[in-house]
């Protein structure tokens, strides 16, 4: 079966969801991949929200806000703009693929800049692949987790 | 009438929680007065079996300490789960996975490979790796197995109250001793499951003396690179300090004698995961609006996992690196 990435998409009210708003409008194309979530201001975007969609069983996580110097809160997208690379340094750390992440600035009118953004990203979330995290959850049964019961039977 | 019995336990532990049990000092006495000990292996000889022969729910408060890597571990905290009325988990190993949780950045295998085969202090000619069974002429002798990803308590039992910090300060302690004291003297209702004792709902930075204005980094460094001026916040001068993603407790103890706070208390109440809560902070304390300015800033944060996690790996969102 053909993998269909999960995307969570997070869009900041007055910017972003108006511009995938008039992507929706005028009938422009684009993957149904992603479940977006409305927030007021890219700078709410707490990055418990993407470790938490990512633990959820999201494969990538778009964040769309205003362009700099057009947030409606003057300073939230500067907030946002600072945290994302942090949270991708994390990521990388962490073992996971930093392009899993995803920054975008996107206005009112463009709506076609929604669409294709929205396409590349999945686009690039289907190369990656499926995100499986290993060992989550406890699994009392094989308590001592894959990699060494797979090194045991091996050896 | 029978006194009330008392297990202390290490699990995946340094020793460092038993230590701060004997610190609480003369209440120490309160203790063995009020209680029949009836397991502590740091302090007295017992033998699980011992434990085993108990009737379940006849330990009226298991102290456990020590967080669950081994199949030893996971054992003993569902025998003591089982003779227990309450269990607590007892400083951050148990409550958050703590340090031996940062062994989750890791595989097993790496581990062992680099401290058995790898490591420059090592005399192992006959590289030799520690196995789970072995065969010697008496016959077949066991450790037990050790997992890949280390655990909180909660993860694998059922859990009463969570006591955080490394160690839990005495004063801390000792408060609660006092109040399980008072609550079993008096037969007064025991807090909700769930609740976090010895510690209080602000962060470790509404504990802090230490005097704040407006935040602009344009540099991290480390506390070794500075004489850190003495009244003023930490994060300010540039030094990453765990104050705001960290529960209050400890009277900000770190910070006032100078060193950042590193996040043993764990997360404070209302935040999920400590790292994420972190990584707000400083994106706040950052000075740029320059993507390129950002990620050179960043790039001076050494470790952030490390850092951000070196009390709560375990405890996080993602519980494991994907390695
Ligand atoms: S919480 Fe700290 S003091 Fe307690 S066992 Fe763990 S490492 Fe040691
Ligand atoms: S960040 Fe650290 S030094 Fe600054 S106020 Fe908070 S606890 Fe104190
Ligand atoms: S200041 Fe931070 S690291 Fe130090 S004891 Fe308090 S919570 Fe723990
Ligand atoms: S309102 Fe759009 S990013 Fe702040």
Redesign the interface.
């Known amino acids: 079966m053909s993998f269909e990435p999960k995307i969570l998409g997070i869009l900041c009210n007055w910017c972003s969801y108006t511009g995938a708003d008039l992507a929706g409008t005028a009938r422009m194309k684009y993957p149904a991949n992603m479940r977006s979530v409305r927030v007021m201001c890219s700078g709410r975007v707490d990055p418990g929200f993407i470790l938490n969609a990512l633990r959820s069983g999201a494969d990538g996580v778009l964040i769309c806000g205003c362009h700099p110097g057009d947030c409606h809160y003057v300073e939230g997208n500067y907030k946002c703009m600072r945290r994302i690379p942090l949270t991708k340094k994390l990521l990388a750390d962490m073992g996971i693929d930093p392009r899993r992440l995803r920054l975008e600035w996107v206005s009112a009118s463009e709506g076609a800049r929604f669409q294709s953004v929205v396409t590349g990203f999945t686009e690039e979330i289907r190369t990656l692949g499926p995100l499986e995290l290993r060992e989550l959850n406890f699994d009392a049964e094989h308590p001592a987790g894959t990699a060494q019961e797979i090194s045991a039977a091996a050896s | 009438m029978a006194k009330p019995k008392l297990a202390i336990y290490w699990a995946a532990a340094c020793g460092g929680c038993d230590i701060a049990i004997l610190d609480i000092e003369a209440k120490i006495l309160d203790v063995a007065d009020f209680f029949d000990v009836v397991f502590w292996p740091c302090a007295m000889d017992f033998k699980y079996a011992d434990v085993e022969a108990m009737e379940d729910k006849s330990i009226t408060l298991t102290l456990f300490n020590g967080a669950i890597r081994s199949?030893e571990n996971?054992h003993i905290a569902k025998l003591l789960r089982q003779k227990s009325v309450v269990l607590c988990a007892f400083g951050s190993c148990a409550a958050d996975g703590g340090i031996p949780s940062l062994a989750n950045?890791f595989?097993?295998?790496s581990i062992l490979d680099y401290v058995y085969l790898q490591a420059p202090s090592l005399d192992n000619p006959g590289k030799t790796i520690p196995q789970p069974t072995t065969k010697v002429p008496e016959g077949e002798i066991t450790i037990p197995?050790?997992?890949?990803?280390v655990?909180t308590l909660e993860?694998?039992v059922d859990v009463d109250y969570l006591i955080p910090g490394c160690p839990p300060q005495s004063d801390q302690i000792a408060a609660v001793v006092d109040a399980v004291i008072d609550i079993l003297k008096n037969g007064k209702p025991l807090p909700p499951k769930g609740t976090v004792l010895g510690a209080t709902e602000k962060s470790c930075c509404d504990e802090c003396p230490r005097e704040r204005n407006i935040k602009k980094i344009t540099k991290f460094i480390r506390p070794y690179e500075i004489i850190a001026e003495p009244n003023l916040c930490l994060m300010e001068q540039g030094i990453v300090c765990l104050g705001p993603a960290t529960r209050s407790g400890c009277g900000a103890k770190c910070v006032k004698a100078g060193m950042p706070c590193r996040g043993c208390y764990g997360k404070p109440i209302n935040?999920?995961?400590q790292?994420?809560?972190m990584?707000?902070a400083?994106?706040?304390v950052?000075d740029?609006?320059d993507?390129e300015e950002?990620?050179k800033i960043?790039a001076t944060?050494a470790?952030?996992?490390g850092t951000?996690y070196r009390f709560t790996l375990a405890d996080?969102?993602?519980?494991?690196?994907?390695?």
């Open positions: 199949d996971f950045l595989t097993l295998d197995r050790l997992w890949n990803t655990r993860q694998v935040v999920r995961d790292g994420a809560k990584i707000s400083l994106a706040s950052i740029s609006t993507p950002i990620d960043i944060v470790d952030p996992v951000f996080s969102f993602l519980r494991r690196a994907q390695v």
